[in-house]
């Protein structure tokens, strides 16, 4: 992997070449992580010289994660062609097979593929099975559309906590301001902190006016409100380390709360940011 990011930085037609040649070769590695992260690779940068080694690897890879991965290459390497071969898999019973397959569709074939994994997803997202509700999450998550944020308002409160994982997780995909401020509510429960501020921080300079509008209320934290979810959004800012994530926690040095003023100047000193005057 790292020989494959060292060849990736490598200019010019030959680089790009040698890149294509040594990905191809990786297909049959040993290990699946190499295959898994091989076949991300050519989902984003494959060319058709590589698609007959793909097609190969799908009759005979055996695991289900890469083979999830193997659906999304091939939906990016032939998209016209590829729907009726990829579209028996979302009836796959291995849920990273079905979600691959979702995936590819939806990123790759166009207006058919939306329609036929739309309606997937919102029979999964429907589904009493917590596996199948996951999966609808996963692949919201995958695709990355803050179109299609609707179907995750539910999961962010399913009774199942791997649905919520999923979904929260999902969310900082999509950057949708409906599900980032449903995640503050959500950042100071032990279950679901930690995954909601790396969502948050997953989601960029996006999550900004979401994170200044609940520290600005912070007077209300003092009246029961517990401040862990406060400290976390600090963090947040400060683990983002840009100039707008500096400028937000300069706001709140006078915080009047203790917890969250030593936060806010912990995150402050990650971001580097000097005081003036």
């Known amino acids: 992997l790292y020989a494959l990011n060292r060849l990736g930085a490598s200019s010019g037609p030959s680089g790009a070449q040698g890149q294509q040649e ?5 297909l049959d590695h040993p290990l699946p992580t190499v295959r898994r992260d091989v076949l991300a690779r050519l989902e984003q940068k494959g060319t058709q010289a590589i698609l007959p080694a793909v097609r190969r690897r799908l009759g005979v890879e055996n695991s289900p994660e890469v083979r999830g991965v193997l659906l999304r290459a091939l939906a990016a390497l032939e998209p016209v062609e590829a729907y009726d071969a990829i579209a028996p898999a979302l009836d796959d019973p291995e849920p990273a097979v079905r979600e691959g397959a979702a995936v590819g569709l939806m990123r790759h074939t166009g207006i058919g593929g939306v329609l036929a994994v739309g309606q997937r997803i919102l029979l999964w997202a429907d589904s ?7 999966s ?16 995750l308002i539910p999961m962010l409160s399913d009774r199942d906590m791997r649905v919520q994982r999923a979904a929260i997780e999902a969310a900082g995909h999509l950057r949708s301001p409906r599900l980032l401020a449903l995640l503050i509510g959500k950042l100071d429960a ?21 994170i200044d509008a609940a520290l600005s ?20 800012c400060g683990r983002l380390r840009t100039p707008a994530a500096s400028a937000l926690l300069s706001k709140y040095i006078r915080s009047p709360q203790p917890a969250v003023r030593r936060a806010v100047l912990h995150a402050l000193t990650r971001c580097s940011y000097q005081a003036h005057a």
């Open 190 to 210: 032990s279950a679901t902190g930690q995954v909601c501020a790396a969502a948050l921080l997953g989601a960029g300079d996006a999550a900004l006016p979401i």
């Open 22 to 26: 040594a990905m191809a070769a990786l």
């Open 128 to 134: 009493p099975r917590a596996e199948e509700r996951a």
């Open 217 to 236: 209320q912070q007077p209300l934290t003092q009246q029961g409100r517990e401040t862990a979810g406060l400290v976390r959004l600090a963090q947040v």
């Open 136 to 151: 609808a999450a996963r692949v919201l998550g995958a695709v990355g559309d803050a179109h299609f944020y609707q179907p």
